[in-house]
Nanobody, 124 residues
Framework: VQLQASGGGLVQAGSPLRLACAAS????????MAWFRQAPGKERQLVGA????????DYSDDVKERFIIFRDNAKSTLDLQMTSLMPEDTAIYYC??????????????????WGQGTQVTVSS
């Protein structure tokens, strides 16, 4: 599976931004897809994840109410709509895929394919 993330950029606090992740290759092997982010000097953390075959996304507490994940199985894409962005949302955002079939993967080590990352910078 190959993942291509796009849509990052520099925005002002309070602005929206939408990231896109396109999957290609053996997309039939996808079980879960997720967005992670990594701020400078910090660990890579889950933003939100969704079961590729159905169900609602889970979100980390610090983005709930502000970020929404959109899954399009037909196009093999996973978008992240971010609203009310804050400077602390500044990070490199990565999309990731689990093809092994874990029950509820939520940590970095449980995802086996990664996109290249897209930088999001929020100015105050």
């Amino acid at each position: 599976v190959q993942l291509q993330a796009s849509g990052g950029g520099l925005v002002q606090a309070g602005s929206p931004l939408r990231l896109a992740c396109a999957a290609s290759g053996r997309t039939d092997r996808i079980n879960h897809m997720a967005w992670f982010r990594q701020a400078p000097g910090k660990e890579r953390q889950l933003v939100g994840a969704v079961n590729w075959r159905g169900g609602y996304p889970d979100y980390s507490d610090d983005v709930k109410e502000r970020f929404i994940i959109f899954r399009d199985n037909a196009k093999s894409t996973l978008d992240l709509q971010m609203t009310s962005l804050m400077p602390e949302d500044t990070a490199i955002y990565y999309c990731a895929v689990d093809t092994i079939g874990r029950i509820r993967p939520r940590t970095r080590n449980e995802f086996d394919y990664w996109g290249q990352g897209t930088q999001v910078t929020v100015s105050s």
